[in-house]
């Protein structure tokens, strides 16, 4: 909503397609149009002075000393013919949008946001109608909706290939999350929120930030995940050039919120809120207002590029002992936030003992016997497979020279939804000769001897790609990380 600064006239006028604003003063009166555009009905005075009232009470949550009131507009006998939001002027030149744009320092400001919104919605009301709108199939639905919105469009031919790839992505992504989002649903997650948290509506001032505008004229797209509602203005501002920004807010609200959300989750809601954003300037497009389509395109990239960031993958780490598996997918899971399975410490817990005790024994003796060996692939399946449902990618550390092995991961991945991503760790004999006689502790127990007879026994592995270790850790790092696309 556009209200004056300091350096405004006293007097403006603001309009949109729904209201007119009148800015005077140290205050501003909101008039809405007595319109029906399907989503909202103000075609008469008394849904007016409902949504006048709606708007004011909902938005005094977040902004008590900005909503001021409802103020009655007296026709020619003195009767009420219409009403008025009756708001505090907020200064323009403080908007986050144009501090953001500005090169401001709003570090500081936006901490404070991520601790006001995360006690929002701490005491934000809850209850079994408003975590419906919480969970997967409710999320689908409004993926559903913006997706046949955009279908009856007519768009340039490149976007329509765009919109196709984000609905594959979107959808491909809810298909195996049902455990993620019933944890959402049963944590209390789901909130009556502000529903349009944008950087235009938040003003920042001496004494704290004001968040204006909430979404009123309907409750249930107001109902939803805290992290969706956080992931707005996350979005808005990797909008304006401000990624980096975004992705702060976010972990802020992650602590203050106390939320262990997976960062697929987060990519996900914010390349949701983008959609949305790039529906909109289609929509605009449409109706004539044909500089809104560049935008609409950037949103709809944007979009994309969360999606495929936010991928849910099982990324196997393979290869023969001595190679460099273990140390690769160790860097795969710090630099990308995923969890790691170790085929080595899975083999000895399930064996009762100590992970740098050491079970040296010759090849498939001992519990490297066949039977131990598919017992702890199973094992690590069954685990990999229950933190995809949840939303998180895994690592898992293990030989995986054997296709039947291999043949079961691409099942659970396929169970669940996720991109099975296989990578092969190679090196030259005499390199990993020489790292198995250095080796001192650790957990793996594989000598040269173990190495060697592994090497006739492993099976063919033509997906996997490669990564050549010979050079640094770094080395091999970059040459994975070129199949594992970050935002």
Not at 149 to 174: K, M, S, T, Y
Not at 346 to 362: F, M, Q, V, W, Y
């Amino acid at each position: 909503m556009g209200m004056g600064g300091r350096h405004e006239p006293f007097a403006a006028v603001r309009e949109t397609h729904v209201a007119v604003v009148l800015l005077l003063g140290a205050h501003a009166y909101k008039l809405k149009k007595p319109v029906d555009v399907g989503f909202l009905d103000f075609s008469t005075r008394e849904k007016r002075l409902s949504a006048c009232r709606r708007e004011v009470e909902l938005n005094r949550r977040l902004a008590p000393d900005v909503y001021l009131g409802v103020a009655d507009v007296s026709g020619p006998g003195g009767a009420p013919c219409d009403h008025l939001v009756v708001m505090r002027r907020m200064p323009d030149d403080r908007r986050l949008s144009a501090l953001v744009a500005a090169g401001e320092p709003v570090a500081d400001v936006l901490r404070r946001i991520a601790r006001m919104i995360a006690v929002f919605h701490a005491g934000a009301e809850r209850g079994p109608e408003i975590s419906a709108q919480g969970g997967r199939d409710a999320l689908r639905a409004r993926w559903r909706a913006s997706f046949d919105q955009v279908r009856g469009l007519r768009l340039a031919r490149r976007d329509e290939a765009l919109v196709a790839e984000i609905q594959r992505c979107a959808f491909g992504f809810l298909d195996g999350r049902e455990a993620l989002f019933d944890a959402r649903v049963a944590d209390g997650r789901i909130v009556d929120g502000h529903g349009d948290l944008l950087a235009d509506d938040i003003f920042c001032l001496a004494d704290g930030p004001r968040v204006l505008d909430c979404l009123e004229f309907d409750d249930k797209l107001r109902w939803l995940d805290g992290l969706d509602d956080i992931a707005f203005l996350a979005m808005d501002l990797e909008r304006l050039g401000a990624a980096d920004l975004g992705a702060r807010l976010l972990d802020w609200y992650a602590e203050f919120a106390a939320d262990p959300a997976p960062p697929s989750l987060r990519h996900h809601y914010l390349a949701y809120r983008a959609f949305v954003r790039a529906k909109v300037g289609w929509v605009r497009c449409e109706q004539g207002e044909a500089s809104a389509a560049a935008g609409a395109t950037a949103h709809a990239e944007l979009a994309l590029r969360h999606l495929r960031a936010g991928e849910v993958r099982l990324v196997l780490v393979g290869g023969l002992p001595g190679t460099g598996k273990s140390t690769l997918a160790g860097q795969l899971a710090d630099r990308l936030g995923m969890v790691l399975l170790s085929s080595d410490r899975l083999r000895k817990e399930l064996a009762g003992i100590s992970p740098i005790t050491s079970a040296a024994d010759d090849y498939r003796h001992g519990i490297y016997a066949p039977e131990h060996t598919d017992r702890t692939y199973r094992e690590l399946l069954v685990r990999a497979a229950a933190l995809l449902a949840r939303g998180e990618s895994v690592v898992v550390d293990a030989s995986w020279t054997s296709e039947r092995h291999r043949r079961l991961a691409a099942e659970a991945a396929e169970r669940t939804s996720s991109a099975l991503v296989p990578l092969r760790c190679t090196a030259p004999a005499e390199v990993t000769v020489r790292r198995l006689r250095s080796r001192r502790g650790g957990v793996s127990d594989a000598g040269p001897g173990v190495a060697a007879a592994m090497a006739v026994d492993a099976d063919d592995w033509p997906q996997a790609w490669t990564v050549d270790t010979t050079g640094s850790p770094r080395t091999a790092l970059r040459q994975a990380l070129r199949v594992l696309p970050t935002a």
